[in-house]
Every structure is written in C-alpha cells, then in structure tokens.
C-alpha cells in the first residue's frame, strides 16, 4: 500500500511540475508537442489542436515535450516564432521556472487546506493534554483540557511562564504537597496533589502529559493568506538548510543530516499514512516544496541548470554552444542518476537488509 501510495505521490508530484511548464509555454505561445501521463510506450493518444494528450504505460510522472526545447532539432521557418529556442530570454525563464512555480502552488493549496482543517498554535498557556492512569494528577480529578496557571507549595506562589518551569518544580518538590491552580470552564480549580519521586518510565511526576499547543482553524477565507506566508516560510528553511549542508559539503565538515531516495520516501510514506489523510497532505506538501528547490539548482540537467545559459543568452545577447550546453545536460543527468543510484543502495540497506 505504501508503495502504491508513494507512486501516487510521485505522479501527481511530477504531473504538476510538468503542467507547470505546459502552461508557462502555452501563455508565451510556444508550441506544445505533447503532454504525456506516464513515459512511453504509449497506451493511448489524443489530438486537441496541435498538442498531443498521451496517456502512457509507466506510471511514473509525467513529461511535457515543448517544440524547439532542444536546440540540436531543426526549426521549421512558418514555426520558430512558435518554438522554445526562437522565444527571448525572458519568455524562456517564464517556461523553465514554470515548473517550480507548479509545484509550489500545490503546496500553498494543501497548506491552505490544512489550515482549515486545524493547525498546531503556539500558545503562552500550560494545557494539559492527556492523564495517565493511576497517576497523581488522576487521583486527583485532574483533567485533559485544563489549563494550569500556577503552583502553591508551602504558601509560596509559583507563577508557570513556560512547560518547563512546571516541570522542574515538581520535580525539585516530589512527595511534597503541591496546589494546582487550573482553569477549567472559566472558573479557576484548586487541586491539592502529591508528584511521585520515582515515576513509571515515560511519565512525570503528576503523571501528565502538557502542551503550550492549541489547535486553530482558519476560516476559508484566511486560511490562503496564511497558507502562503506558511509556504514561504518552509521555503527559507529548506533553502537555509539545504546552502548549511552544501558549505559543510564543500569545507569538510562532517554532515549530520540523513538523505533518502525515492525508497526512503516510500518507506516514510508508509509510516505516515498511519496518521491519516492530514498528515499524508503535508507530507506531499513538504515533497513538492522540496522538489521545487532541489529544481532551481543551478545543476545541469536541473531546470536551475538551465536557466544559467539562459541568463548567459540573456547577457551576452549570444547563445551558448548549442553542443557544449547539450554534453554539460547529458553529464548532469548521468551524475543525477548515479547519486540516485548511491542513495537507494543506501535506503536498501537501512531499511530493508538492517530491519
């Protein structure tokens, strides 16, 4: 199920990336040849004005065949307004960051979603989120949902700013008698209470589990506004890491991250579709923001690479060698499949031979 739900993923992933660049062409009226679900060999076809809509036997993605992309290709005289290579620079970065912006878009819209469904808040307030049984804070009449607002120990007041202060203060106090003053239905709560010096493992000393989260939902009509400010803050951290992992890459230094291949995805996947269909959502949001970075690289091969001769075209009004740029894309993508390669053998071995 895991692997089916990952194909899934990968699909609509790709599909988007590629329709992103499908529509980016159309709009600068670039000739579309075909836009394809799956890779070849073709299943079944249909013609709507001059692209062709395929439908494809490897269920992998998608792909997107623009006219005049490759440069090596020749260019019908009554078609070269219409073709890639014939277009300005600028109208080719409109097509090449097409693909990114697909991809980015999606995530704002799951985003979004899930901000209508309930988020995780911050909060300045110690809620209590779960009780465990045959605790002190049970025995007690302590309740899921209370919130605590201070501590009383031997006529002294403790006023809780954060989740920790609760929790050094009955531990330093255990087996002393300690006053809870909580909020509960708006009507403050005095329960007198007993923390363990030797707690079940897992547990604390009221035996309580706490939180300074509240869930919030967004209205329909926020929850875009939010969900993009939350895209383009997930953006930054992704590009903050990922620039933190390339220096430490390039100077040396030892790299205290983990990198997974289409195997350690599935896998995870397989891991998170048992919290449900929200957490699914976020994880395809996470994947398609990932993907959009990793594909604004400035790596050939990558649609970043690309957009490095383009911004060349764009400066010396000069095209690059049409053969230099072809070789450099074909080199990217080799480089591109062997680190895929190392990566999966890597995934084989942490999660299928070392379970």
Not at 41 to 50: A, E, G, H
Not at 137 to 155: E, N, S, T, Y
Not at 235 to 250: D, G, H, W
């Amino acid at each position: 199920m895991s692997i089916l739900v990952f194909l899934l993923i990968l699909t609509i992933l790709v599909l988007v990336h590629e329709f992103g660049h499908f529509i980016a062409a159309k709009k600068q009226g670039i000739l579309v040849e075909e836009f394809g679900l799956g890779y070849p060999p073709r299943i079944f076809s249909i013609k709507v004005k001059d692209t062709i809509y395929s439908l494809n036997l490897i269920p992998l993605g998608g792909f997107v065949k623009v006219y005049g992309e490759d440069y090596s290709e020749k260019i019908s005289p009554k078609l070269k307004k219409r073709s890639f290579s014939g277009k300005k620079p600028f109208q080719k970065m409109l097509v090449l960051i097409g693909g990114v912006l697909g991809n980015f878009i999606l995530a704002w819209v799951l985003i979004s979603y899930l901000f209508t469904q309930g988020v995780p808040a911050p909060t300045n307030k110690i809620i209590v989120e779960n009780v465990n049984k045959n605790s002190p804070a049970q025995q007690k009449g302590i309740k899921p949902g209370d919130v605590i607002k201070k501590l009383i120990i031997d006529k002294k007041i403790y006023r809780l700013r954060q989740s920790n202060d609760l929790i050094e203060i009955t531990k330093k106090n255990a087996a002393k008698p300690i006053t809870v003053v909580i909020e509960r239905n708006s009507k403050e709560v005095f329960i007198t209470v007993v923390p363990r010096k030797k707690p079940p493992a897992g547990q604390g000393p009221l035996g309580i589990v706490i939180t300074s989260f509240v869930e919030k939902k967004y209205p329909w009509y926020q929850a875009p506004f939010f969900g993009l400010v939350e895209a383009i803050n997930i953006t930054k951290n992704i590009v903050a890491e990922l620039i933190r992992i390339l220096f430490k890459v390039f100077t040396g230094q030892k790299v205290s991250v983990e990198v997974s291949g289409p195997i350690g995805i599935a896998y995870y996947t397989g891991k998170v579709i048992k919290f449900g269909k929200n957490a699914l959502l976020e994880l395809i949001s996470l994947l398609s923001l990932n993907l959009a970075i990793i594909n604004l690289l400035p790596f050939p091969a990558l649609d970043g690479g690309r957009l490095v001769f383009v911004f060349y075209e764009a400066i010396t009004k000069k095209r690059p060698n049409q053969n230099f740029e072809r070789y450099l894309n074909l080199i990217g993508f080799i480089i591109l499949i062997a680190l895929a390669m190392v990566v999966s053998y890597n995934d084989i071995k942490k999660f299928i031979f070392l379970k």
